[in-house]
């Protein structure tokens, strides 16, 4: 499935992302992590931070000076947290026992 985000409302200062997907589903994306890695550390000053767009036809956002951007798609995956969800991923463990 393919999402498409209507809204972002970036919050500079704890460096994450609130998004709305045209689905109403909301997630926030949080960021704190992957700023002390390559590319991304150019994202840790707030100003630029918050220089954040949604990418063409909502499937992405951008940080169009910095070459920056991720797929609305992975977002959803990676900070979406839904009952079925959990579910799904406690159905689908492997327990190994010695």
């Excluded at 992302?17 to 994306?29: E, M, P």
């Excluded at 499937?59 to 959990?86: G, M, N």
Aim: hydrophobic letters at 40%.
């Amino acid at each position: 499935m393919f999402y498409h985000i209507k809204t972002i409302n970036p919050d500079a200062n704890n460096y994450s992302i609130k998004i709305t997907y045209s689905d109403n589903v909301v997630i926030t994306a949080d960021f704190k992590d992957l700023l002390e890695k390559g590319v991304m550390t150019l994202l840790k000053n707030p100003a630029v931070f918050g220089q954040v767009q949604i990418g063409d036809k909502g499937r992405s956002i951008v940080w169009q000076k910095q070459d920056i951007d991720f797929c609305a798609d992975s977002l959803r995956l990676k900070f979406y947290h839904s009952p079925e969800k959990t579910e799904i991923m406690a159905s689908s463990a492997v327990t190994y026992t010695s």
